[in-house]
Every structure is written in C-alpha cells, then in structure tokens.
C-alpha cells in the first residue's frame, strides 16, 4: 500500500483559508487520493477525493500536483467546526475491498 | 441525508465475555467494513464484506472476530471472548460500490473490557 506523509500538526485563525499539505511520492497511476476527517469524539468522514484533476465541493477544494506525488486539501473559510484530524489516504481503484489505511493526519487547530 | 448508526454508543463488558456491536447501514450500500480506533491511535481497519463474505481482513482480525449480515438491514461485529486490549472505538461504515467509493462511517460504539 502507497504510503502518504502529513504534517502532525497545522495551526489556522477562524475565517481564514486552510492548506493542508499530504506527500504521496509512491502513488501509483491507479491510486485515488482521498481525505477523510474526524472531528472529535466521532467517526471519520469523507471529505473529498480525485485521481489527477484538481476537485471542488461544498466542503473544500482538492489540488493535486501535476506528478500526482503530493496533494493539498484545501479549507476556503476555517470554522471552529473544521478543528479536526485530517487524513490523506490512498486508495487503488482496481482493489476490490475498499480498505482504508489511516495514518496519523494532521490536527487542525482552528483559533478564533 | 442517510446515515450508519451504531448501537449501543458504549459497552462495558468483562474480559472474556462475548460482545455484538450492531451497525445498519446505508439501505443501498452493498459493502461493509468493520474499523477500530485504540484511545490515542489511529484508525484501524478491522475487515470488509460484501455478497455475505469477508472480501479482506486484517491481523488483527483473528478467530475471535466475526462478522455477520443476519439480515438485510442489519451488520454486526462479534467478539467471542474478550481481552483488555479489545477496548476502543469500533466504527462500522459502508459504501455503495468497491474500490475508490466514498465510505460512510458510523458514530461509533465505545468497548470497554475490564
């Protein structure tokens, strides 16, 4: 399974755009590149994916390097409600069993 | 908006007793998995099932562990006898396809062994 690397830890001020930073030097050409958070105290969820484009959702924007080894989640407006571990994960569209492996993520702290 | 719900939200049982954490997931999810997270850790993967079968399971899912779809609504996670080291957070989470699709995670239900 392709590894990712995320920084432990990321400070933000409320209202302010968040960019998230995740390495993924041994992605594969199959490999989908997917972020998950846990705010405390739940379970994970999904907050966006993408293979080679950059994505937009109503969470949050994904750009992905044109080489694919790294990718940035990014937070438009920070809120206090987005404090949470965020998890860069890989996932390879020819598996057939869905496994996600997490890593440690990064703690986004979101001062007001 | 569809949800995975977990019951109960916490079990305390004693060490070597049985325990079956219910999930149901999302009525068109064809696919189910079974995560644990230790206090302090991270997110584990415990197994996968689809077409009433175990697609993948971890080391860690070892003949205690058992999983079990009874029926069409209904996803449990069995644990025969229980350790200490069985305690944490077991989130169930389901997804419409394989591979690449979206997982939808339960809130999650809290084991405590003593």
């Known amino acids: 399974d392709a590894k990712t690397t995320q920084p432990n830890s990321m400070e933000s001020n409320e209202e302010e755009p968040v960019h998230l930073p995740c390495n993924h030097s041994t992605i594969s050409g199959t490999d989908y590149i997917h972020w998950y958070r846990q705010l405390p105290s739940q379970g994970p969820e999904y907050v966006i994916h993408g293979l080679t484009s950059n994505v937009n959702n109503r969470m949050a924007s994904l750009a992905i390097a044109e080489d694919r080894k790294s990718s940035t989640l990014i937070l438009h407006r920070a809120t206090l409600r987005d404090a949470a571990v965020y998890y860069c994960i890989l996932s390879r569209s020819s598996s057939n069993t869905g496994k996600l492996i997490f890593g440690q993520g990064t703690t986004l702290q979101v001062k007001p | 908006e569809p949800e995975v719900t977990q019951t109960p939200s916490h079990q305390v049982t004693q060490m070597g007793q049985e325990v079956i954490l219910r999930c149901v997931p999302i009525?068109?999810?064809?696919?189910f998995y079974w995560y644990r997270q230790i206090l302090g850790q991270k997110v584990e993967f415990l197994v996968s099932f689809y077409n009433n079968e175990i697609s993948e399971k971890s080391e860690i899912f070892d003949d205690q562990f058992s999983v079990e779809r009874p029926d069409g609504s209904n996803f449990t996670l069995k644990i025969r006898s229980t350790k200490l080291e069985d305690s944490a957070m077991y989130f169930c989470?389901?997804?419409?396809?394989?591979?690449?699709?979206?997982?939808?995670f339960g809130p999650g239900t809290r084991l405590t062994v003593l």
């Open positions: 989470a389901s997804s419409e396809l394989w591979g690449t699709d979206t997982q939808y």
């Open positions: 009525s068109n999810h064809l696919y």
